[in-house]
């Protein structure tokens, strides 16, 4: 993989939670953060999702994953690709594929899920038996016709995946899932709905606790739960085992201090669903 793959293999959000940062002020596109090399009042790195790139009203700087790692650890290319490889390439794409809000797109019908692919997808991934948690869902982009699992967020967007693709059909949000008992002092969180569902899987086979559970369907989403985590007398989390992961763990504990860190469950494991198929 060559210097321009790898800049649109990994999520400029990523490599900016990476090292603590988060934006200032966002919309469905881009973000402004504060600059990468100094202290500031205002918000000055504009940040394109999109094009998975940056630039610094401040100073007229332009940049991209990599000279963002060679800025902030002061290093050369070489040192900056070496920081960039401890980061899942198969599953950290761009931010594109999560901006399909922006393109026009037509829902053609969501159903219980019946198609032979989405239930060998399901299979392999060892969540058959919690098919019920999610739809079928059927759209047309830009003429073209796709159809894959249907999990609905809060703001009634869409986080649609099948073996072979990511996206989110309108706008990006996390999703809260509620119990019967409307009292319940425990939140499970996750970071996809994969994991949810790997999660509920596992619970069937045990006991079934009252607890309600927070799917964040992308780790930038987390300003959308904090007042959500705030309501709980106990957080378990159950996130990915990467950089994003521990820095959104980190970010869970200063708002509810009442956190277990249930990822050491799967430790040598990439997340839940990692390990539930090993």
Request: with cysteine.
């Amino acid at each position: 993989m060559n210097c321009e793959q790898i800049k649109q293999s990994v999520s400029i959000r990523v490599v900016l939670e990476s090292y603590g940062l988060f934006p200032v002020k966002e919309n469905k596109r881009t973000a402004f953060y504060f600059a990468l090399d100094r202290e500031e009042k205002t918000a000055s790195l504009s940040v394109d999702f999109i094009k998975n790139t940056a630039f610094d009203f401040g100073t007229g700087k332009s940049y991209d994953i990599i000279s963002i790692v060679q800025t902030k650890n002061k290093c050369d290319v070489s040192t900056a690709l070496e920081y960039l490889s401890k980061f899942d390439f198969s599953n950290s794409t761009n931010d594109n594929i999560e901006a399909s809000e922006e393109l026009e797109y037509t829902i053609l019908k969501i159903v219980d899920i019946c198609h032979p692919a989405l239930l060998d997808y399901l299979k392999s991934r060892k969540v058959l038996g919690c098919k019920d948690l999610v739809k079928e869902i059927h759209y047309r982009i830009k003429g073209r016709y796709y159809f894959g699992l249907a999990f609905h967020n809060n703001s009634g967007g869409i986080e649609v995946r099948n073996k072979y693709s990511k996206i989110c059909l309108g706008p990006k949000d996390i999703s809260l899932i509620k119990s019967t008992n409307e009292h319940n002092s425990e939140l499970a969180v996750f970071e996809g709905f994969f994991d949810y569902l790997s999660y509920r899987t596992i619970e069937k086979e045990i006991s079934s606790s009252d607890i309600d559970y927070l799917v964040l369907n992308s780790t930038s989403m987390l300003f959308h739960a904090e007042e959500i985590i705030r309501e709980y007398k106990k957080i378990s989390l159950f996130l990915d085992n990467d950089i994003s992961g521990k820095i959104t763990g980190e970010k869970i504990l200063q708002i509810n201090k009442n956190v277990e860190n249930c990822s050491l469950f799967y430790q040598d494991y990439k997340d839940l669903n990692s390990w539930l198929i090993r």
